[in-house]
Nanobody, 115 residues
């Protein structure tokens, strides 16, 4: 049974930074593309960034140039460095494989950006 645990969220002022972590247990995910997704209040969950098994990264236009996704396969962990945060980045952030598997969704980590 795979478990993904997100952490690192919090309350930050606009312009600030946060680093999210996603630790996987149950199986190694190094062969999978891994993504970050987020859900703002009242909105559907949306794609944020993805990193391939080989380390290639792709981003939603809304975060390009501000967010950086990375992975440490030895630790079975994926990271999301978020800089120059904006109030519209507020939401619950989740990691999952990409494309996401329904049974892999975790609890997420809350990110709140104040203006």
């Amino acid at each position: 049974q795979v478990q993904l645990v997100e952490s690192g969220g919090g309350l930050v002022q606009a312009g600030g930074s946060l680093r999210l972590s996603c630790a996987a247990s149950g199986r190694t995910l190094s062969i999978y593309a891994m993504g970050w997704f987020r859900q703002a209040p009242g909105k559907e969950r949306e794609f944020v960034a993805v990193i391939s098994s080989g380390g290639s990264a792709y981003y939603a236009d809304s975060v390009k140039g501000r967010f950086t996704i990375s992975r440490d396969n030895a630790k079975n962990t994926v990271y999301l460095q978020m800089n120059i945060l904006k109030p519209e980045d507020t939401g619950v952030y989740y990691c999952n494989t990409n494309p996401p598997r329904r049974d892999y969704w975790g609890q997420g980590t809350q990110v709140t950006v104040s203006s």
